[in-house]
Structure formats: structure tokens, C-alpha cells
């Protein structure tokens, strides 16, 4: 079966860290490009970061730029997001996603 | 920034056809995706590459890209398809930086 299941999301204090992780399964993972993409609670889907199938090359939206930083393990099958510098704005559900493949989800919550 | 722009609500009737229109500067050089999301779950791709469906996608929904418009269309909507509907698509620097449309909320009622 072909899914992305992500992990890692939880809460945070403004100013702290989270490594999300997404494991890939039922295809060729290294032949993809892959991406995050967010959705605060109550608003729309915003595009956070994608990475080349080998990692050569990396995209960030201009919010989270020199915060996260997007990478993958081709041998492992998963991709990760660094974030860093955590705000209150950060709060999200994160998704792994590969076009037509999502995972779930993983809610991360930036607060004191 | 690069900017999609959707309207925020269609409404129709059961039976109806429903056309969401997504307009953005780079669409004439760039495709447009088509994603649903019912509350509380993940994003449904249901148009790719302006016009393609992905399969077991119904045939009533389809896409279409004129211009600096992108258009869903849902021929014979059903109640099930009521949810929200995002674009998708990427600017025309080179980089492949993506963007969503701010989503449409479609009622079926």
C-alpha cells in the first residue's frame, strides 16, 4: 500500500525545536520530489518546503526560511523537517505529501 | 510573493454544475493541481496537470486552463461533494516553489 505516515508533531515553546519525520512506503521513494505543507487551525493549505529526489536542491516559502530546513534519507525512505526558532504562527498540522500522496498529518502547537 | 486567488464560496444545488475558478500571473506557463479536502481529513488530489484525473477520481469533476485561469468544473455535484477545494500550482521563476490558492468552500445543497 502506498502511504506517507508522519511523526514527531506535539508541543513547543515559542523559540524551541521539533524534527518532524515522514516514512514513506508502497513506492519508489528516491524517485520523487517531496514536500511539507501546513494548515493553521481554521485557514487554508500553505506550501512549506519540497526537496529534490537526490537533495540537491531545496525550496522554502519565504516564513520559514533560515527556521527549517527540509531533508531526506533515500536509503530509509523518509524526510524530515528541522524547525527551529518556533513561533506562534508556526501552529499547524504538517503533512508529508508527494502530489497525489498524503499522510495525515501531525499537529505541532507553538505556545507557553 | 506569488499569489493564486480563488473565490472563498460557490454554492448549488444537487445536480448542478459547480466551477471553481483559481487565477494566478504564472497559469499560462504552469500547471494547475486540483485538491479536495473534506473536514477533518487530508487532501484529495482531483485534477492534476490542469486537466487530468487521477484514477478513482469520478468522472464528473474535471479541469481546464485558459490564460491566467485555471477552472474546476463538477458536473452533476453531489451532496458528498461538498467540501473545500484548493489549487495548486508553482510560480514561473525556474524554482519549483509551490503555492496553494486561499481554497473555495463548495456547498451542495
Known amino acids: 500500500e502506498v502511504q506517507l505516515v508522519e511523526s514527531g508533531g506535539g508541543l513547543v515553546q515559542p523559540g524551541g525545536s521539533l524534527r518532524l519525520s515522514c516514512a514513506a512506503s508502497g513506492f519508489t521513494f528516491s524517485s520523487y520530489w517531496m514536500s511539507w505543507v501546513r494548515q493553521a487551525p481554521g485557514k487554508g493549505l500553505e506550501w512549506v518546503a519540497n526537496?529534490?529526489?537526490?537533495?540537491?536542491?531545496?525550496y522554502y516559502v519565504d516564513s520559514v526560511k533560515g527556521r527549517f530546513t527540509i531533508s531526506r534519507d533515500n536509503a530509509k525512505n523518509s524526510l524530515y523537517l528541522q524547525m527551529n526558532s518556533l513561533r506562534a504562527e508556526d501552529t499547524a498540522v504538517y503533512y508529508c505529501a508527494r502530489a497525489s500522496i498524503w499522510g495525515q498529518g501531525t499537529l505541532v502547537t507553538v505556545s507557553s | 510573493s506569488y499569489e493564486l486567488t480563488q473565490p472563498p464560496s460557490v454554492s448549488v444545488s444537487p445536480g448542478q454544475t459547480a466551477r471553481i475558478t483559481c487565477s494566478g500571473d504564472a497559469l499560462p506557463k504552469k500547471y494547475a493541481y486540483w485538491y479536495q479536502q473534506k473536514s477533518g481529513q487530508a487532501p484529495v488530489l482531483v485534477i492534476y496537470?490542469?486537466?487530468k484525473r487521477p484514477s478513482g477520481i469520478p468522472e464528473r469533476f474535471s479541469g481546464s486552463s485558459s490564460g491566467t485561469m485555471a477552472t474546476l468544473t463538477i458536473s452533476g455535484a453531489q451532496v458528498e461533494d461538498e467540501a473545500d477545494y484548493y489549487c495548486y500550482s508553482t510560480d514561473s521563476s525556474g524554482n519549483p516553489q509551490g503555492v496553494f490558492g486561499g481554497g473555495t468552500k463548495l456547498t451542495v445543497l
Open positions: 496537470e490542469d486537466s
Open positions: 526537496i529534490k529526489q537526490d537533495g540537491s536542491e531545496k
